[in-house]
Each structure stands twice: as C-alpha cells, then as structure tokens.
C-alpha cells in the first residue's frame, strides 16, 4: 500500500493535535425491526475485508508515512443492550452512548480507522454508530453504508470489483503526474509569494487564545428559484454550484473586510484522469 498526500497531511494534523476526535467521521442511524446483531456484524467484517483503508494502521520509517494493513480483518463492535429500561430512558441512555462512543479518538497507529456500535433501546428498536477517521474515508458515508446493507440483506452476493484507494494511490506516483504537480506547485508558489494582509473582519467577541476544535453548523434554506438562478449562472461561467458559492463567500468576506483582495484556501486534490473515476 502506499499513502497519499492527503493521507500524509490528515498525519501531521493528527500528531499535532494528539487524541482528539476532531478527524472522527460519525453517523448514528435509527433502525426499526428485529436486527440480527450477528449477521451485521459478519457484513461489516466483509465490508472491512473488502477496503483496505479500513483495516490498516500507519507508521513512520525512514521513508515517511508508511500503511500497514492488518491480516485479520475483525471489527471492533460495541454491543450495549438496555431493552430493560424504560424506553424513555433507554433513549436518554443511548443517545449518551452514541455521543461517547463518537468523540471517542482514534490511535491511528494501532487501531483500524473503523469502530462500530450497536445499541438496541428496544426489541425492535436500535441505534448503529458507524465512526471512521478522515484518514480512511471522506464525508461521503453513502456508499459504505450501502456496502454493509448490500451484504446485510444478500450474505452470498458477490460484490463487483472496482478501483480502490491503493490504485489512486498508484497513479499519484506516476512520473508524468508527479511532473505536472511539480510544475502547478511552483506556479502557486510564485501566485501567492506576496499574499495579501489577514482580513479585518469585525468581531463582536474577542478571539480565544487557544482553540477548542468546537464548532457549530448553521443551516439556511434557500428557496428553488434562487437556486435555478444560481445554477444557470455558474453553467453559463462554466463552472459548478460549489463555485458560485465560494464566490459569494469571497464577495461576503470581502464586503465585511471592506477589501476587494482576499485569498481563500481549500484543501482539494483533483482527480482529472478516468483512471481513478
């Protein structure tokens, strides 16, 4: 296996900032019916098998970061069982785990990015925690919950073969690919060797001199017209949705700086061969 960029910089973010969840990729699914906790668990066992990235830990030698994905493929399963209270309770109870067991860090060089918890609040009733780190996975849980379900409700199904990460990995290494990141890190470098002055943005609080890594999620709903507008016009610059709205973001922050320079960075890496599609 071999580690790629951005595996290597999810590392340094994580040795900086030693046991802490910050990385963690959580979700929490309510599940109605008879659950068959073994039958799950033999799926995620499968699903483990079957991606690499999930049963493997990570060591430094004297050529960096190195993977080293483990030969027993078992998951690590939490089973907590409080069908005995009352469901009230149980709920309280639950949701007191799934949090727990969520912010609960990884120790990457030891522990598979992976970890699974089963709750049943009642008979028919569970909670699933599915946690794995940003250094095995991205936001997108879809398709490995789709995985699990696949092998959950067809145990003999045959899974079709595609790409994994090791192969995006691979064609990283590649010397023309090299060459030509090679070329667009020095043009960047020139582009920004005189960035502009951090944005005055007003504050109403003062700014904490250590960071807690809390954070909040505001949602705003933007009604269809809006966005059909908005889609016709990035489809007209060429461009996606994503896009236009960094360029609002950019035009936010430059009005509240009142300063028409302002540099944003994203961390993306772009896959522009079919090869990793």
């Not at 071999?2 to 910089?9: A, D, G, K, L, V």
């Not at 939490?78 to 005995?84: A, P, R, T, W, Y």
């Not at 598979?112 to 599915?130: C, N, R, S």
């Not at 005189?194 to 609080?205: A, G, M, V, W, Y």
Request: charged residues 15%; contains cysteine.
């Amino acid at each position: 296996l071999s580690c790629t960029p951005s595996q290597r910089r999810m590392w340094t973010l994580e040795k900086l900032l030693p046991g802490s969840p910050r990385y963690n990729i959580a979700n929490t699914f309510q599940l109605q019916g008879e659950l068959d906790n073994q039958r799950l668990i033999a799926a995620l066992t499968a699903t483990v098998a079957h991606h690499a990235m999930l049963h493997t830990v990570y060591g430094e030698s004297d050529r960096g970061l190195q993977p080293v994905p483990l030969a027993e493929h078992r998951v690590n399963v939490l089973q907590k069982n409080l069908s005995q209270m009352p469901l009230v309770q149980a709920l309280e109870q639950a949701k007191t785990l799934s949090s727990a067991f969520q912010r609960q860090p990884f120790e990457l060089s030891s522990n598979v990015p992976f970890g699974v918890q089963i709750i049943t609040v009642a008979p028919t009733l569970h909670l699933v925690d599915i946690k794995t780190h940003h250094i095995a996975a991205d936001g997108s849980m879809e398709l490995l919950v789709e995985e699990i379900s696949f092998r959950y409700n067809r145990t003999h199904a045959p899974i079709q073969s595609c790409r994994s990460y090791n192969d995006y990995a691979q064609y990283l290494l590649t010397p023309s690919l090299q060459m030509e990141q090679e070329k667009s890190l020095q043009w960047w470098q020139m582009a920004l060797a005189n960035p502009p002055e951090l944005l005055r943005l007003p504050f109403d609080k003062p700014t904490k001199r250590s960071t807690t890594g809390v954070g909040q999620l505001l949602s705003i709903t933007v009604d269809q017209e809006t966005v059909r507008a908005l889609l016709k016009l990035c489809q007209q610059h060429q461009g996606s949705l994503f896009h236009g709205l960094l360029a609002v973001t950019w035009a936010f922050l430059g009005k509240l700086s009142e300063s028409d320079d302002v540099l944003l960075a994203l961390p993306v890496h772009t896959r522009p061969s079919e090869y990793v599609r």
